[in-house]
Nanobody
Framework: QVELVESGGGLVQAGGSLRLSCVASGRTFSSYAMGWFRQAPGKEREFVAAISWSGNSKYYGDSVKGRFTISRDNAKNTVYLQMSSLKPEDTAVYYC????????????????WGQGTQVTVSS
């Protein structure tokens, strides 16, 4: 069992930056690939970024490439999402998720989910 708790969301102006954190419970964090997804009001959940268990492989959704960076610290059981050049369309609830089967763009591959953290970007 893995519990995930996100933090770092908030209100930011367009062009600004935020760093989201997701802390995982348990001793097997390094066995899981981690992902970030987001869901805006009235829209389906969208893939944002994923990172392999080792941190060597990273993947990004087209809408965030070049602006967001995913990273992890296995010693701290934490995955991060550094978000820069934020746009109003980045406004959403951001979720982290853990996948035992490996990094994936599909939310179906993820076994555990956090409760989410709200990010609001004002224009």
């Amino acid at each position: 069992q893995v519990e995930l708790v996100e933090s770092g969301g908030g209100l930011v102006q367009a062009g600004g930056s935020l760093r989201l954190s997701c802390v995982a419970s348990g001793r097997t964090f390094s066995s899981y690939a981690m992902g970030w997804f987001r869901q805006a009001p009235g829209k389906e959940r969208e893939f944002v970024a994923a990172i392999s268990w080792s941190g060597n492989s990273k993947y990004y959704g087209d809408s965030v490439k070049g602006r967001f960076t995913i990273s992890r610290d296995n010693a701290k059981n934490t995955v991060y999402l550094q978000m820069s050049s934020l746009k109003p369309e980045d406004t959403a609830v951001y979720y982290c998720a853990a996948s035992y089967s490996g990094s994936s763009y599909s939310e179906r591959a993820y076994d555990y989910w956090g409760q989410g953290t709200q990010v609001t970007v004002s224009s």
